[in-house]
């Protein structure tokens, strides 16, 4: 019970750091534009995770079920407690340096780093099915999607005034941001509560991967308190460092980025990164104006931060659990 205990802590800590981390994937473009202020984006970032969490039960079944497969021990326990830790350990060091790195894939690099360090059994049809193909999937289609959303725009209001178009936009940005903080929570809050059902399977506390009542509060609420602590150093680098954005560009990689999310939640049960989505999303829309416009050696660090989250968060896990067992 302790262990199980000290697991679900855990997984708590980390759907705070994921709080704080990807607060910026919500509403970064919102106040970069003005179209919020920064109080009132954060607020609506909490809501919306919130309520997104209660519709993410598919992504939840996926990192539950479908990554690693563990036996009824304290030793899973034990590498489930590491994986967290390596995830956290690496949002931590991602966050210190304001790049926006996937948290979930952290989370899923220390699922599979403790399991092969603990002797456990990886599932990597699923990995490869569900998380390393929508992680080369999403961020491509957040590209080519934000271009063509951007395109729409510019073809649609290109006789109406710069200065009302913008205005416009300015305040329909209030609802892009908050479908983008509901595709957060659909995305980010089930992995925490596939992971925490996960720990309830291998104590033998329950016997399916059904998510339980004080689960879905819990972590929609940890999550919510995470993202309304904001994450400035990485709402910069979304904000302002790839591209100078304004209000009808915020509008059309928020728009991008909420679509994809939502497919990829209720529709594939696939655990994509909000980050990588949003990100491109916002390169896709940029590039409109002309390829220059995109900061491309701020997108470079980024992909450099991307590829390297799953291998470095598993290091870390696989440390932290050879460390613990030989304390033990």
């Known amino acids: 019970m302790l262990m199980l205990l000290l697991v679900i802590a855990l997984a708590m800590a980390f759907t705070f750091t994921n709080g704080f981390h990807d607060s910026a994937n919500a509403i970064a473009t919102s106040v970069s534009t003005r179209a919020l202020t920064l109080r009132s984006a954060l607020l609506m970032a909490a809501i919306g995770n919130l309520l997104g969490s209660f519709f993410g039960a598919k992504v939840a079944a ?45 989370l899923v690099g220390g699922m599979v780093g403790a399991a092969l360090a603990g002797g456990m059994t990886v599932l990597w049809g699923g990995v490869i099915e569900k998380v390393l193909i929508p992680m080369v999937v999403s961020p491509i289609a957040g590209f080519i999607l934000g271009y063509m959303a951007m395109s729409g725009i510019m073809w649609l209001f290109r006789h109406a005034s710069p200065a009302s178009t913008s205005r416009g936009f300015r305040k329909a940005q209030t609802c892009s941001a ?112 002309r390829l220059s416009a995109v900061r491309w050696g701020v997108a470079g660090n980024m992909l450099i931060a991307w590829v390297t989250t799953f291998p470095a968060a598993a290091t870390i896990s696989a440390v932290a659990l050879y460390g613990v067992t030989a304390l033990l």
Not at 74 to 96: D, E, F, K, M, R
Not at 224 to 245: K, N, P, V
């Open 62 to 106: 996926t990192v539950g079920e479908g990554i690693i497969e563990l036996d009824v021990s304290t030793h899973a326990l034990l590498i489930l407690g590491c994986a967290l830790v390596g995830a956290i350990g690496w949002n931590l060091i991602t966050w210190w340096y304001g790049l926006p790195s996937s948290s979930s894939h952290a």
């Open 178 to 289: 908050a479908a983008m903080a509901f595709g957060h929570g659909m995305q980010d809050a089930a992995k925490t509560m596939g992971i925490v059902v996960l720990a309830l399977v291998v104590s033998g506390r329950q016997d399916d991967y059904s998510i339980p009542w004080w689960c879905f509060l819990l972590t929609a609420v940890v999550l919510a308190l995470g993202t309304a602590t904001g994450g400035m150093r990485i709402m910069r680098t979304l904000g302002r460092r790839i591209i100078e954005l304004d209000p009808p560009q915020g509008f059309a990689a928020e728009l991008t980025a909420s679509s994809v999310l939502y497919v990829a939640s209720a529709g594939m049960g696939a655990p994509v990164s909000t980050t990588h989505v949003i990100s491109s999303a916002i390169m896709g829309v940029g590039s409109t104006k």
